[in-house]
């Protein structure tokens, strides 16, 4: 564990801050998923998403992230669904993300210096690793598990 690493753990434990989160599953017209990878945030891959900002609402971050990272617009936010919301309490954290699902989009090349690589998967060949949770997620989306409250 890294110090900035343990130093958020200890603040986290301490101060037990709230935090709102959104992330997007984009699907593909042969079903496959975009999925991303940090930078920052080790080797894992994951759906595009971040943290929701102040006077934002969790789609509008939904969508900001997923052109940010992704490079996808949605042609239609309106017809943008809600998979579900869960909450995350591991590690001291506190939590709170939604999952949306889009279908109806357009992409653009990316520029953001935040992803180091991403692209679109097929569901039944996912790229390794990757994060728990969006395994679950996709899961769910597909009907393979039930959708759960915790992330």
Not at 38 to 43: I, K, L
Not at 122 to 127: G, I, K, M
Request: neutral net charge; proline residues 5%.
């Amino acid at each position: 564990m890294t110090v900035a690493s343990a130093a958020r753990r200890v603040y986290r434990l301490v101060r037990r801050p709230i935090s709102v989160g959104a992330v997007a599953l984009v699907v593909d017209g042969e079903g496959r998923v975009l999925l991303v990878r940090q930078s920052y945030a080790g080797r894992r891959w994951m759906l595009p998403g971040g943290g929701v900002k102040r006077n934002e609402t969790m789609l509008d971050a939904a969508l900001r992230e997923v052109q940010e990272e992704g490079g996808v617009t949605a042609i239609a936010p309106d017809k943008v669904q809600l998979l579900g919301i869960y909450a995350n309490f591991r590690q001291g954290m506190s939590d709170h993300i939604a999952v949306y699902v889009i279908k109806e989009w357009e992409q653009e090349p990316i520029h953001d210096l935040e992803i180091s690589n991403a692209g679109f998967f097929a569901p039944d060949d996912l790229p390794q690793p990757l994060s728990g949770g969006t395994r679950r997620r996709i899961d769910e989306y597909l009907g393979r598990r039930d959708i759960a409250a915790h992330w």
